[in-house]
């Protein structure tokens, strides 16, 4: 992966191997981060759900209602705002795309916490580190 040095990657990035599909470890952050925070972060932590085939017409409205394309997996409001792209443990054995790159770095310039997790508890570090940053 070659990315912007304001984009670091939680994880293992030397892994090879049988691993979770990304939609699984993104299930996993989710059901942990509603489990230990009920009412406050698992209350406002979004997946915008940018994936899909559509007809030209239905893309055309949806990006004017706001779809971002390469919109990031995990978003969390916050001061600053959480904004990590979910990958599986290999990284190999999926893409991340320029879109996607752009987001995080658009993110990133927006003084964002932007970041890629290979894998569930990588993507829980980063949360952990990102809740270090927070502005109350």
């Not at 090879?16 to 989710?30: L, Y």
């Not at 394309?69 to 320029?98: N, Y």
């Not at 829980?124 to 270090?132: K, R």
């Amino acid at each position: 992966m070659k990315l912007p040095p304001n984009i670091k990657i939680y994880g293992d990035t030397k892994f090879r191997g049988k691993c979770p599909s990304e939609s699984a470890e993104q299930m996993t952050f989710f059901n942990k981060l509603r489990r230990e925070y009920p009412t406050s972060y698992g209350l406002v932590a979004v997946h915008i759900r940018n994936e899909g085939s559509r007809t030209p017409q239905e893309t055309q409205r949806h990006k004017a209602e706001g779809l971002t394309t390469g919109a990031s997996d995990i978003i969390i409001p916050g001061a600053p705002a959480f904004v990590c792209e979910m990958k599986r443990l290999d990284h190999t054995k999926c893409k991340i795309s320029d879109e996607q790159i752009a987001y995080l770095e658009a993110a990133a310039q927006g003084n964002s916490f932007a970041c890629i997790a290979l894998g569930w508890e990588a993507a829980w570090e980063a949360f952990e580190e990102w809740q270090n940053h927070q502005y109350y």
